[in-house]
């Protein structure tokens, strides 16, 4: 089993920064990729950032250029450094780890998940 914990996140103001970060343990053989994302009320929970193994990262249009997400292996753990910061960048950010073909043992069951941090961004 994988153990996900995120940590930072809280207030900012338009235009300022956070970091998020999110640290794996447990089986940590069992993970691939890893992301964050981020669900506000009413909406759909919605991919922020990804990132493989290897360091190649996609990202949600709308913080392209704003947020970056990085990966250290040694140490099972991926970041998010989100600066400036918009009120629509407010919601609850999770953190994701997908599980290796030899580790899904529940059909359907093919992610580990955080239980979220609060990020809310005032203007």
């Known amino acids: 089993q994988v153990q996900l914990v995120e940590s930072g996140g809280g207030l900012a103001q338009t235009g300022g920064s956070l970091g998020l970060s999110c640290a794996a343990s447990?089986?940590?053989?069992?993970?691939?990729?890893m992301g964050w994302y981020r669900q506000a009320p009413g909406k759909e929970r919605e991919l922020v950032a990804g990132?493989?193994?290897?360091?190649?990262?996609d990202y949600l249009d709308s913080v392209k250029g704003r947020f970056t997400i990085s990966r250290d292996n040694a140490k099972n753990t991926i970041f998010l450094q989100m600066n400036s910061l918009k009120p629509e960048d407010t919601a609850v950010y999770y953190c994701?780890?997908?599980?290796?073909?030899?580790?899904?043992?529940?059909?359907?069951?093919?992610?580990?998940w955080g239980q979220g941090t609060q990020v809310t961004v005032s203007s």
């Open positions: 994701r780890a997908d599980r290796i073909l030899a580790c899904i043992v529940t059909p359907g069951e093919y992610y580990y």
């Open positions: 447990g089986d940590t053989r069992c993970i691939s990729a």
């Open positions: 990132i493989t193994k290897s360091g190649s990262a």
